[in-house]
């Protein structure tokens, strides 16, 4: 692969288009190419009297101080409520050099009521190799905030226990990956699909010539790259920037038993079924009653309870879902009904559990 074959697959993406498609960069990503995860701990100072009660963060401070040469009288408690324990974590993109800087999310890890105002002190932050990867220090961004009064009541608005610092960290190691090693690359689909992959491969073997890319399975796809970084980059340029019809997703219904949400699939199929839909609702209501004796009769005043209970039923609506129904017709079925979110998720696992629902159901 040299870079006259590469500027020859340039001019055809220019002048070829793919109607509804997507690109390869939205659909896959490189194998080894990733995002690498870092934490660290640290101390937020110059609170206003909205930090850590507690002796973990006096304890921290003192260590602090004395790697900055301070040595504070035994016995001392250098508790102090203008600072706060924090846990600090980034993500180190890849090919992110030395020197660049990153953003830094900071999270109390105490009880302090709040960060705002406060500064982070210089923090060193690990990859889970354990080494020092980027080093995070500033003013925190705090997008929440709480007033309270004296007799305790309190009103807080989002969440002011936790803040960013836009580039906040300096990035003093890079993170090796494989891009540049072997003679090849491996995409890894988003979402594992065999038709995807099969078209992927085909469209980057009729752009750079058969035997190009090679589906490994429904999830990776192995393509021949230049070995010279200077070709290689434009190489995965090309590829990245071509673009095809992914496969359809398989037929699922996702419903959230927790919000009510309910989302269902483009495929879904209803085989012949019958659907009733009616609604028992329950009421009881209780008043008291008062059993006053006459006077002189010796009695004792009872109270009564008295209940009420009413049974209402609404009307029951039955619908027929015939062969091979779509989703607008699902849908449209169910609201004539009245179905509310609730009712649409017992509806559905009745289907399914009757055989009549052609599509997975997941319930989460």
């Keep these: 692969m040299n870079v006259k074959t590469i500027l020859v697959g340039l001019a055809l993406l220019a002048v070829t288009t793919i109607s509804s498609a997507e ?27 909205t930090g850590d009660k507690t002796n973990f963060t006096g304890q921290s401070l003192r260590s602090m101080l004395r790697e900055l040469g301070v040595t504070l009288p035994p016995g001392t408690n250098p508790n102090s409520k203008n600072v706060a324990a924090v846990a600090v974590h980034a993500n180190l993109t890849p090919f992110t050099k030395p020197g660049q800087s990153i953003d830094v999310t900071i999270s109390s890890l105490g009880d302090a009521k709040s960060l705002r105002g406060g500064s982070l002190i210089m923090t060193p932050l690990k990859g889970v190799d354990g080494q020092i990867y980027a080093m995070a220090q500033g003013n925190l961004v705090v997008s929440g905030f709480g007033v309270g009064a004296g007799d305790g009541s309190r009103v807080t608005v989002n969440i002011p226990s936790a803040g960013r610092i836009p580039n906040g960290a300096t990035v003093e190691r890079t993170v090796q990956n494989s891009f540049n090693v072997g003679d090849h690359i491996i995409l890894n689909l988003h979402q594992a699909d065999f038709t995807t992959a099969s078209r992927l491969t085909d469209s980057i073997n009729h752009t750079l010539g058969k035997g190009t890319a090679r589906a490994m399975d429904a999830a990776s796809i192995k393509v021949n790259a230049p070995r010279d970084p200077s070709q290689r980059v434009p190489f995965l340029s090309l590829v990245e920037n071509l673009q095809l019809s992914p496969g359809d997703a398989a037929a699922k219904i996702v419903v959230n038993s927790r919000t009510g949400t309910v989302v269902i699939g483009q495929h879904v199929r209803v085989s012949p079924a019958a659907v009733t839909h009616g609604n028992l609702s329950v009421t009881i209501s209780a008043n008291t009653a008062v059993s006053q004796p006459n006077a002189l009769s010796g009695g004792e005043t009872v109270i009564t309870p008295n209940f009420d209970l009413q049974i209402t039923e609404e009307d029951s609506r039955m619908f027929l879902f015939s062969p091979g129904v779509t989703l607008d017709e699902i849908v449209r079925a169910v609201n004539q009904v009245g179905a509310a979110p609730g009712d649409l998720v017992a509806i559905l696992e009745a289907l399914k559990q009757a055989g009549a629902l052609r599509a997975e159901l997941e319930v989460i």
């Design 23 to 49: 690109r390869i960069k939205d659909l896959a990503s490189i194998a080894g190419v990733r995002n690498n995860q870092l934490v660290g701990f640290g101390l937020v100072v110059g609170l206003n009297g």
